[in-house]
């Protein structure tokens, strides 16, 4: 069944009875003492930051209490039954977002579920904080297509439903506490609410918080429409009242009849609701046939189609006024049956049927499937995860807007998932997986990719090819005149992620002059094949298998971008297949030991000789270190050998950390040179870009400093040439590095 509101008051500090207000929510949700406790100790956290806050000397200019904000939304979030975590979060939200409590204390206190709810739903606030209500278009987009990648941005962000449902909570509360504020506020809370807010509240299912989001919204976006459909509903009230009172006794005595233990209820209509009937129906508040409603609950889906058709049998029916919802439920799960006659007095009345639990249902949305007594909301039913699937998949957002084209709103290029980001002005804009400040510069405009110099993310210089993260701020630099480099278009230096910013790139190119593109190509192909050590290369021969007209040809296409430097590469390498390895200066490295016959290998090892240690003869898959022996190699033990043991306490330099694997592949060792200007941590990015590629290094000398230069050679063990194209890529982009080559003989 589902439960009246009977909590108490939050709206008034005065004599609050904090006791009294944790013990009904405590038993509305049949919490143990241990949690009531942990509610009770976050109500008392809450009041002490609160008097802190009011003593200090900014205190006067402080909003409404953040304490009643607090426990006003974990009374919301009490009707939706969400467990003690939520409901503390809550409670804590406004005074973290003010500043008054950091996190880090929420987190000691109360744990890291709760810390992860606030800051889960702090980065959810940036919609607020960025959004623009501008009415202009965006980059080409309308507002209305702005509005859905707000709410798609929104949608990703979350990782918990518990999250969505206290911003839900948090905005009802300000959407209520506007009506005394300026008029500029009131309208933009309200856009918002409509846009994003009350649509997600129609997603989850939560139909009482979705009505009561649209009616306030509606109050302060068309006042006087609220006022004239308010004033036309208070003038029939009393006549409205009497006449459902009748129907409600005339069903209520059908139920009686067929013997079934019903509700029969008159269902209010709302404001917002009934004028955006009229809206899109084009028709009078007259022709609204759904004023009169009355609502009945049943205990079984077959006690619904029984009772409509005693009422269909009763008073005739309107055809085009019947809809099924229990055999086609909408999206977000509601189901009930509807349907429109001509009850008494010749007056046309809409009746609701459903179970009290698709009427729970349609009250809680997917809330109404949690299981939090005693057990994880993470392992709740699979009604519950299908409906976090299906929220993740953000259906078919159009219907709320109006918009009659989805796929333009949900183009997504090959990709699943989007990645939704701000401009400085708090617009968003959506982008493929892995896209970087470049690929976003060229989303908004060419000529703004063109010119693109540099970018800030989140207010901080970043490298223009950092990926970006949902509800990133991308701030993009840019020169007076059109210059993209050709570095844009090397895939293992990670620029461009987007096909279609690749192709703006290279239809610049193709458009300068045949001289200019033939140096550039020329210069970028020598300084590939230097560093990478290739020599002898016939380009005529790769030229012809670019169906290029020879080496000018050749340089000409790579300048231009007709032609990737990668797939030059590879031709180079397939010229070479069949020359020496000596001659190429590669030399293979061993780094792993076979485990006597099996398929097992021992890794960590190196070069070093290794033999199973006798006294716990490890096998594979047990956890091994091994010991460095005198002349005997490396003994592999169990890491729990006692003899192991004994070593580890007396010579503890001779423990190596060690591994099991599969075969290894080969690798080699190649020398790569690195000049730079000498600066302070220049070692440490070296070894950073090759550690976070996971390559192993064999040997590392920094040279003498000359003019300010340092000449450094670091032996690095690689599996194939493109991971090494790939290294040297990275370290030229380190600061103050000149050149980056493979050392060769």
């Not at 009490?78 to 500043?99: Q, T």
């Not at 993740?392 to 949900?410: C, N, P």
């Not at 997504?412 to 400085?424: A, D, H, N, Q, W």
């Amino acid at each position: 069944m589902v439960r009246t509101r009977d909590l108490h008051d939050v709206s008034s500090e005065a004599n609050f009875d904090v006791d009294r207000w944790v013990s009904q929510i405590s038993s509305r949700l049949e919490l143990p003492d241990v949690k009531r406790n942990l509610l009770a100790s976050a109500c008392d956290l809450s009041f002490e930051v609160e008097k802190i806050a009011r003593n200090s000397p900014d205190g006067p200019g402080l909003r409404p209490s953040a304490v009643f904000t607090g426990l006003e939304m974990a009374e919301i979030l009490a009707e939706l039954r969400m467990d003690e975590e939520g409901l503390i979060a809550a409670i804590l939200y406004r005074h973290v977002r003010e500043g008054l409590l950091p996190l880090t204390d929420v987190e000691k206190r109360f744990g890291p579920v709760v810390s992860s709810l606030i800051n889960s739903v702090l980065q959810m606030a940036i919609i607020s904080r960025m959004r623009n209500d501008s009415t202009a278009d965006v980059f080409g987009h309308q507002p209305d297509d702005q509005a859905a990648k707000i709410r798609q941005m929104l949608v990703s962000i979350i990782d918990d439903v518990r999250v969505a449902l206290i911003k839900l909570a948090e905005r009802t509360c300000a959407i209520r506490s506007v009506k005394n504020f300026p008029e500029a506020k009131r309208v933009r809370v309200a856009r918002e609410i409509v846009d994003v807010y009350a649509p997600l509240a129609h997603r989850l299912g939560i139909g009482h918080l979705k009505w009561e989001l649209e009616d306030l919204a509606f109050r302060y976006l068309e006042p006087l429409e609220y006022k004239r459909i308010a004033r036309l509903l208070s003038e029939k009230r009393r006549d409205r009242q009497t006449y459902i009172d009748s129907v409600i006794d005339a069903l209520r005595q059908e139920l009686v009849k067929i013997g079934v233990a019903g509700e029969v209820t008159g269902r209010a209509k709302h404001i917002f609701s009934i004028w955006k009937k009229m809206q899109t129906k084009g028709v009078s508040f007259s022709k609204i046939y759904d004023i009169r409603a009355v609502r009945v609950l049943v205990p079984t889906i077959s006690d619904c189609y029984t009772l409509l058709g005693i009422v269909h049998n009763k008073w005739r029916n309107i055809p085009d006024e019947f809809d099924d919802y229990i055999a086609s439920p909408k999206e977000n799960g509601y189901r009930s049956l509807h349907t429109a006659v001509i009850g008494p007095q010749h007056r046309i009345l809409e009746i609701q049927i459903r179970t009290f639990d698709m009427h729970e249902e349609a009250e809680f949305g997917i809330c109404a499937h949690w299981q939090y007594k005693g057990a994880d909301p993470t392992t709740a039913s699979k009604s519950y995860e299908s409906k976090i699937a299906w929220l993740r998949q953000v259906l078919e957002w159009h219907d709320e807007i109006g918009s009659e084209d989805a796929k333009s709103i949900f183009k997504l290029e090959g990709s699943s998932e989007r990645i939704y980001v701000f401009t400085p002005d708090g617009h968003v804009v959506d982008l493929p997986p892995l896209s970087t400040p470049l690929d976003f510069a060229y989303r908004i405009h060419t000529e703004v990719g063109h010119r693109c110099r540099g970018c800030k993310i989140n207010g901080r210089i970043a490298p223009l090819n950092t990926p970006l993260k949902t509800a990133d701020q991308v701030e993009i630099l840019t020169g007076k005149y059109e210059s993209p480099s050709r570095d844009w278009l090397s895939s293992t230096m990670g620029y461009l992620h987007s096909a279609k910013a690749r192709a703006k790139v290279k239809g610049w190119f193709r458009k300068q002059d045949f001289e200019k593109n033939l140096a550039a190509g020329r210069s970028m192909l020598e300084r590939e094949f230097r560093q990478l050590g290739l020599r002898g290369i016939n380009l005529e021969e790769i030229a012809e298998k670019c169906n290029k007209k020879g080496a000018e040809g050749l340089y000409e296409a790579i300048g231009a971008g007709d032609v990737s430097m990668e797939y030059v590469v590879r031709l180079a390498r397939v010229q070479l297949q069949g020359v020496d390895r000596e001659k190429l200066n590669l030399r293979r490295a061993r780094h792993a030991t076979q485990y006597q016959d099996s398929a097992f290998y021992i890794y960590g090892v190196g070069n070093l000789l290794t033999r199973i240690a006798r006294c716990c003869n490890p096998v594979p898959g047990e956890e091994i270190s091994g010991y460095i022996t005198s002349g005997r190699g490396v003994t592999i033990h169990r890491q729990d050998c006692g003899s192991l043991l004994r070593h580890r306490a007396t010579e503890p330099e001779r423990i190596i950390q060690v591994h099991w694997g599969g075969k290894p592949i080969d690798v080699y060792a190649v020398p790569v040179r690195i000049i730079a200007y000498d600066r302070s941590g220049l070692l440490r990015d070296i070894t950073a870009v090759i550690d976070r590629m996971s390559l192993s290094i064999e040997s590392f000398h920094s040279g003498e400093i000359r003019d300010g230069k340092t000449d450094t050679q670091v032996t690095v063990q690689i599996t194939d040439f493109e991971t090494l194209q790939a290294l040297i890529a990275r370290l030229r982009q380190i600061p103050n590095v000149i050149e980056v080559s493979r050392i060769s003989e």
